[in-house]
């Protein structure tokens, strides 16, 4: 379901990952979150790729990219997003990271010295401390959660995404979110990234943001329960010169949530003069 465009494979160090690639102009990318998946751009990709080349892709371990039965932390994507560059022979992108993919994008910029002509981060992991209630529980009994009935996993992974939307979530998102994570694979899977997301891998970058001199935008939807606003606006403080907007009706799931605002505020920032924001 509406991952007929993740048309090309590309077998990096840490496993294979599922990418595509549309529109014309200057290289744009997407990093996508957890426990989300390309699947989640869907509605910005049309918008974005009127003015970008726009690059999108699973992480390793989710989607229909590899999910590798190793390493698919924080630890590593930032290495495979720099292969992915590497692929796709672009400097400097335009890269937009939402939560997860927020933090990747750090980290290939402040640890790999990777250049970047913008950088928008929407509702980004990027300040201590992180990882709800859930993440610890699951990581001290991962064992008992991967051998789960099934039916009993699928609607703890249902109440889990929807509870990142401000608004209900429609049947047919719900199926793309929560369709990777299902049967014996996925849900091995979706239990595995969540006991590898340790809080040391946005540490080790904390104390680099006051050197960033990349024009970055920070969008944050204002309803966000997962990760509180007030987390974005202290970011905001910590980047020099950042811009900072808040996203009303949204949730974490900006995209899902709000798209049109969303890509508003992408179009105005990336097309349109950068102070116009």
Not at 11 to 25: A, D, F, L, M
Not at 133 to 146: I, K, T
Request: aromatic share 12%.
């Amino acid at each position: 379901m509406n991952n007929y465009w993740l048309t090309k494979t590309f077998h990096s160090s840490y496993g294979y990952v599922r990418y595509g690639i549309c529109g014309e102009g200057p290289p744009l990318v997407l990093v996508h979150g957890t426990p989300w998946s390309s699947f989640n751009w869907r509605h910005l990709i049309p918008g974005l790729s009127e003015w970008f080349t726009v690059y999108y892709y699973d992480l390793v371990g989710y989607g229909k990219s590899e999910k590798a039965t190793g390493d698919v932390s924080l630890g590593i994507q930032h290495h495979v997003l720099h292969e992915l560059l590497a692929e796709w022979r672009i400097h400097e992108p335009v890269v937009v990271g939402h939560d997860f993919g927020g933090s990747t994008a750090l980290r290939t910029h402040l640890l790999l010295n990777v250049p970047y002509k913008k950088l928008v981060l929407i509702d980004p992991v990027a300040l201590a401390p992180w990882g709800s209630s859930f993440f610890s529980h699951v990581a001290r009994h991962e064992e008992a959660f991967r051998g789960i009935p099934g039916y009993i996993h699928e609607a703890m992974v249902s109440a889990y995404v929807q509870d990142a939307m401000h608004t209900p979530m429609p049947a047919d998102t719900l199926k793309g979110t929560i369709t990777p994570w299902l049967k014996e694979t996925g849900q091995a899977a979706f239990y595995r990234q969540i006991v590898q997301a340790e809080q040391r891998y946005t540490d080790e970058i904390e104390p680099l943001y006051a050197s960033m001199t990349v024009p970055t935008l920070i969008l944050w939807g204002a309803e966000d329960e997962w990760i509180p606003i007030g987390k974005g606006r202290e970011l905001r403080r910590r980047i020099p010169n950042a811009a900072f907007r808040s996203i009303p009706n949204a949730g974490h799931l900006v995209q899902e949530d709000q798209p049109a605002t969303l890509l508003g505020y992408l179009a105005r920032y990336l097309v349109d003069d950068e102070n116009a924001i």
